[in-house]
């Protein structure tokens, strides 16, 4: 048995090990709040172990020492105390990688985002010992092991034909297979519907309908309009992706945009949506179809088809490029804007009426037809807003495209009145500040002041309300029409989408970046990438830059052909053949050959829901076994007893998130990594309870329903067969995104364990009083 | 050159005298910190350095333009602490509790609350004009029938007001037309209404013996929410 996660950790157990301790400062980030040199000497009767502490580890000079120590063969382990695996784990194991040490054979301990960020200075110290105690029980028995290889699809899936979409999938079509879907039955997404843009007004149509026709005619590229994501399989890397496309009831590749059919129908339910409209080819809105036929029979390619049916299918693909945008967020919301009322429309509805997508001729006109001789913008309807109505960020783009509205009725009509009210006027950015001083020149009229009221007239003029705030005097005002410039807020789906990638969102909806700043279109599954509005509110400049970023990212991705995928996966080193195991595996990973459980690594994904589930303990998850957590957590409750919160990759994001926005709690809560909850049984969380927990949480943040389909069961299981402990066990499902509700959690719990367990303290002392008494 | 400047200084300062100053300038001086501090630390308090200045606030309020300073402006003056402005201003008085700035303010700012709170400090620091008058009129009308006679309320007002006298002949024809009934109509069981209000003029000066009259205000403000 040697792969046996426990027969191999009793082996290395007997070999002297050398594991470097290495603690880092962080330029006081982390030193401020823990006494290093105090972790340090709580180490010292451990023999195997070195420790060092120096400042920023990550810095070459850090790095430096770490690969000399492991040259010199002065360790051959090591455990890092720093900043979250998150950030630099990958940095790290590059030292690893040059000494030629085993990557498993280097962990970091996280003590900054999940301790000195999070806690003052009480109890910080023996969390932190814990901690690295618990590290260095973990790093004695652990196997080294070689990732397992596996093979890219070279093939990319990009969702939403928005102009971020289309830039990815042209980028992209140059040198891999791509696959656009759209979820309408047209292309371009918001920006076919925009009149002209800013900054230098050309027209929105003239600059996308050619890329629009490129998409068409590539070769490489295919496009599903009309399409959606149904049902996501496999894994990074390798996915089974299953589209469901709705019917058009005209065949795109026969339709000629003759309009035989539409002059027949007498339904008017067959058109084209635009002229411009990329596919170009009629479609039939089902709700006014009568079903006569009569199109059919006009129709001269034989096009038509009424019986279509909604159809699936599957693709392969190895990486998926999200770029699903926005919408505008309902403003009926607002109950103060009485919006919708004739003649006070969403900024989104203006751009149409002067667009490719135009119903009027492109003419800007009243519900009546007539011309606004008065416009009224309002900025920030619905943004900015902290009091949960509306969206607390900034849209970005209202303030520049209101002033590009603004100069378009001027050139159409001189005299016409228009007025702009603004909070700030945001308009940083190359040739903005002077399209601004444009705007003023031609004579429109800025009120610094947000609309408080608008008070719909029965001559369907509306009436507003505000105060201009630079005189501090009250204002009303009636104008013939009124734009309201609405917070942008993520399209719907784009959760169910994600959700079905794992890919974490923020708590503002937008996908997640990996990292804000420097990995802006990469997300935390390593093969999906976003780009445009899904990452929030921009302008078509920025969506363009990050459409091309993406395509970068994702060459660079599959270029690699192979994909490194983590080997810590289940061995089964006992099997009488049950089934039980090849039963639980949710993915498909195990089978039953010869009467024993067969496992196909790539099809696995460790989440470890197989090692409850044999009933002799047969199967193991390599260096997650349950000795090898027993040690760990013996060793972080040897400190001081604490709260044990098994926490997942998703949520121990979340947990970083809420370090980086120094949200603080209890010092008692001590994180132990799990790769998912279901990976734990009764055996592992009484250990806890034994060694000194006074209480267990589990943290699930992932969004597979697989998994968390059977977590109240887990929950359950756990709860009867931990209970002799009489201490407190809890479960909850945190996404990345709810930091906030995690740290509420954290505390509540932490203070109610912490409470039961001193009550109970109390009540052993008065016992033991009590004994020595009678005695 | 310095005499010149010295000179038109001077003359500057003349002419100031010469016409109407309605507004002064901030300077240091003006602004009390300790004050701003204590209104900041308050529950309304806190979300105050987050206004934006919208105006929202004043562009709702059915009585902004009655006011010397808009509500948006009174927020304003907070978060500077121009403790005199803001405790001499008509606008704590004149608001009358509709909440609409509430309702409607982007960051969760309650400015009517927070007029709640300026009231007895106004009144703590002895503050008295027109407004504060009126209120304490009322309140004393109150507390004595448990109504308020709008007769009484304006006779006795006009007895502290004198510019009032202008108003008389609109009363009296309010009066011949029965629109101002001139006996004060009175609630039952005023005496259990005396002791109510006797209980909480007790509880307020046990407070102040405890504390400074400062705090008092404030924390019966809060207590009263
Ligand atoms: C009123 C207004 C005026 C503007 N004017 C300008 C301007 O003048 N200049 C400028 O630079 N910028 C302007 N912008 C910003 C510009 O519109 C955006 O930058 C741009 O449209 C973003 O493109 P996108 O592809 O990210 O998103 P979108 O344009 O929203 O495209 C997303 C696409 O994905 C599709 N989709 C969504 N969900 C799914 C799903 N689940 N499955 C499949 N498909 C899906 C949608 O149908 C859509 O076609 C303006 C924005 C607004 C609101
Ligand atoms: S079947 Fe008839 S009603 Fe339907 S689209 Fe064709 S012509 Fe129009
Ligand atoms: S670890 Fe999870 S995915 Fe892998 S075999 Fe076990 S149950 Fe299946
Ligand atoms: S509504 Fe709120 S944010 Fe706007 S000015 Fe008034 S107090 Fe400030
Ligand atoms: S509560 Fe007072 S300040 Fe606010 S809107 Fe009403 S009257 Fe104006």
Aim: charged letters at 25%.
């Amino acid at each position: 048995m040697p792969e046996n996660g426990q027969e191999s950790g009793t082996q290395s157990e007997q070999a002297a090990k050398k594991i470097g301790v290495y603690l880092c400062r962080c330029g006081g980030n982390i030193s401020d709040e823990v006494d290093l040199q105090a972790v340090a000497d709580s180490l010292k009767e451990n023999k195997d172990v070195t420790v060092i502490i120096q400042d920023y580890l990550c810095s070459s000079q850090g790095q430096e020492k770490i690969k000399k120590d492991i040259e010199k063969g002065k360790v051959d382990r090591v455990v890092i105390g720093s900043c979250s695996p998150k950030m630099h784990l990958e940095t790290f194991r590059g030292i690893a990688r040059d000494t030629g040490l085993n990557q498993n054979l280097l962990e970091i301990t996280n003590i900054r985002e999940q301790a000195s960020w999070v806690h003052g200075k009480e109890g910080i110290d023996s969390k932190v010992k814990g901690l690295i105690k618990g590290a260095i029980a973990r790093m004695s028995s652990i196997e080294p092991l070689v990732p397992i290889e596996k093979k890219l699809v070279d093939r990319v899936l990009v969702v939403g034909g928005g102009i971020a979409g289309i830039t990815t999938a042209l980028e992209l079509a140059d040198g891999h297979e791509v696959i656009l879907i759209e979820k309408l039955p047209f292309l371009g997404g918001h920006m076919i519907g925009l009149s002209k843009t800013f900054p230098t007004l050309d027209c929105s149509q003239c600059i996308l309908t050619p890329k629009m026709v490129a998409v068409k005619n590539n070769q490489d590229i295919t496009l599903f309009t009309q399409t959606e994501v149904a049902e996501v399989q496999g894994s990074p890397g390798d996915y089974s992706i299953t589209l469901k496309h709705s019917p058009r009831y005209v065949d795109i590749h026969k339709c000629i945009s003759c309009g035989a059919c539409a002059k027949k129908c007498p339904a008017g339910a067959i058109f084209l949506p635009f002229a411009q409209a990329v596919p170009q080819a009629y479609m039939i809105d089902m709700s006014k179809c009568k079903q006569c036929g009569d199109c059919v029979k006009a129709c001269p390619r034989d096009a038509i088809d009424l019986e279509a049916k909604e159809m699936k299918s599957t693709i392969q693909v190895g990486s998926v490029a999200i770029a699903t945008g926005f919408e505008p967020f309902d403003l009926s919301v607002i109950e103060e804007y009485n919006y919708p009322a004739p003649n006070l429309l969403d900024a989104v509805e203006f751009e149409e009426m002067l667009s490719a997508k135009s119903k009027t001729g492109m003419r800007l006109q009243r519900a009546d037809g007539s011309f606004p001789d008065r416009v009224g913008f309002v900025l920030c309807a619905g943004s900015r807003d902290f009091t949960g109505r509306g969206k607390k960020y900034c849209s970005k783009v209202c303030c520049l495209y209101s002033q590009k509205q603004a100069q378009l009725i001027k050139k159409m009509k001189g005299d016409a009145e228009v007025w702009i009210f603004y909070i700030d006027m945001r308009s940083s950015g190359r040739r903005f500040e002077e399209f601004y001083h444009h705007t003023q020149e031609k004579g429109v009229n800025y009120v610094r002041g947000k609309i408080a009221e608008i008070i719909p007239k029965p001559d369907n003029t509306l009436m507003v309300q505000y105060e201009d705030t630079n005189l501090g005097l009250k204002g009303r005002e009636i104008f013939d029409m009124v734009v309201l410039c609405p917070a942008l807020i993520p399209s719907p789906g784009t959760k169910e989408l994600a959700d079905k990638l794992g890919v974490p969102l923020g708590d503002d909806g937008f996908i997640e970046e990996k990292h804000v700043k420097l990995d802006p279109v990469s997300t935390l599954n390593q093969a999906a990438f976003a780009a445009g509005c899904v990452l929030g509110p921009k302008d078509i400049h920025d969506t363009v830059t990050e459409g091309i970023s993406a395509a970068h990212k994702i060459s660079q991705f599959l270029g690699k052909g192979m994909i490194l995928i983590p080997p810590e996966k289940p061995v089964i080193f006992e099997c009488n053949g049950c089934g039980e195991s090849v039963k639980a595996c949710p993915y498909n990973a195990l089978s039953l050959e010869k009467g024993k459980a067969v496992l196909s690594p790539l099809a696995c994904t460790g989440c470890g829901i197989c090692v409850p589930a044999c009933p002799i303990k047969g199967i193991e998850i390599r260096n997650f076994s349950r000795n090898l957590y027993k040690a760990q957590l013996r060793a972080i409750l040897s400190e001081a007893p604490g709260v044990i919160v098994f926490i997942d990759p998703y949520a121990y994001a979340a947990a970083d998130i809420a370090g980086v926005n120094r949200k603080q709690y209890s010092s008692l809560v001590r994180f132990v990594s799990v790769p998912s909850i279901h990976i734990l049984d009764a055996d592992v969380v009484n250990a806890a309870f034994e060694y000194g927990a006074v209480g267990v949480m589990l943290i699930e943040g992932t969004t597979d329903e697989k998994l968390t389909s059977r977590s109240d069961e887990l929950y359950r299981k756990l709860k009867k067969e931990t209970r002799k402990h009489k201490k407190p066990l809890r479960y909850s499902h945190i996404e990345t995104a709810q930091y906030e509700k995690l740290t509420d959690l954290l505390n509540v719990f932490a203070l109610q364990a912490g409470a039961k367990a001193e009550k109970r303290g109390k009540k052993e002392q008065a016992e033991t009083a009590d004994d020595e008494i009678k005695e | 050159m310095s005499n010149k400047i010295y000179i038109f200084t001077n003359l500057h300062v003349f002419s100031c005298t010469m016409i109407e100053m309605i507004k002064n300038a901030i300077v240091p001086e003006s602004r009390d910190l300790a004050f701003r501090d204590r209104i900041l630390k308050t529950d309304v308090g806190k979300k105050i350095p987050t206004c934006i200045q919208c105006g929202i606030c004043a562009g709702s309020c059915p009585v902004s333009h009655e006011m010397d300073y808009t509500p948006r402006e009174l927020v304003r003056m907070v978060q500077l602490g121009l403790k005199k402005e803001i405790l001499n201003s008509n606008t704590i008085w004149i608001c009358t509790t509709c909440f609409s700035c509430s309702v409607r303010c982007p960051r969760e700012i309650r400015p009517t609350e927070l007029m709640e709170i300026l009231k007895p400090i106004a009144v703590a620091e002895g503050i008295k004009n027109k407004n504060s008058k009126f209120d304490r009129i009322f309140s004393d009308v109150v507390k004595k029938t448990g109504r308020a006679s709008e007769f009484l309320l304006i006779s006795k007002y006009s007895l502290e007001e004198p510019g009032m006298i202008k108003q008389a002949p609109f009363g009296l024809s309010l009066i011949f037309k029965g629109k101002l009934p001139l006996l004060p109509d009175k609630m039952e069981g005023t005496d259990e209404l005396k002791a109510i209000f006797e209980i909480k003029a007790s509880e307020t000066k046990e407070k102040e013996k405890k504390e400074p009259a400062e705090k008092t205000a404030e924390t019966e403000v809060e207590a009263g929410k």
